[in-house]
């Protein structure tokens, strides 16, 4: 099963294309890998809208150049899935790591090894 913590595949994309990146990348490289790698005959505007949103969400910074913008993550690919995992149990959980850990566990049952492994946690 294929995770995308919170993020449609078109969103993912883009941010694995910017977490694997060395450094910014322009409007023009980012449109130019969607087209050539992943298929896309996006209008400018599209891509553009990807960009804005991730921009709201917080994941992506822009940088305005002399000829062009420049994109960038704003976090790694972990501390994007540790907010999002703590908005998740905030948001279905209350906050509560004891009601969280019920909901994981289910039917009471959880595997002795696993058992020992949320005992060091706590």
């Not at 992506?60 to 000829?67: D, P």
């Amino acid at each position: 099963m294929k995770k995308n913590y919170g993020l449609t595949k078109t969103e993912e994309q883009i941010m694995e294309l910017l977490w694997a990146a060395k450094a910014p990348m322009t409007f023009r490289e980012i449109m130019d890998i969607a087209t050539s790698e992943w298929g896309k005959a996006w209008k400018t505007q599209t891509l553009n809208t990807f960009l804005l949103g991730l921009q709201k969400m917080e994941l992506v910074g822009a940088e305005k150049g002399t000829s062009c913008n420049y994109y960038y993550a704003l976090c790694t690919k972990e501390q994007h899935i540790h907010n999002w995992t703590k908005k998740l149990v905030a948001d279905c959980y209350g906050n509560s790591f004891s009601r969280f850990v019920a909901a994981f566990i289910g039917d009471g049952k959880l595997p002795e090894k696993d058992m020992k492994k949320k005992k060091k946690l706590l």
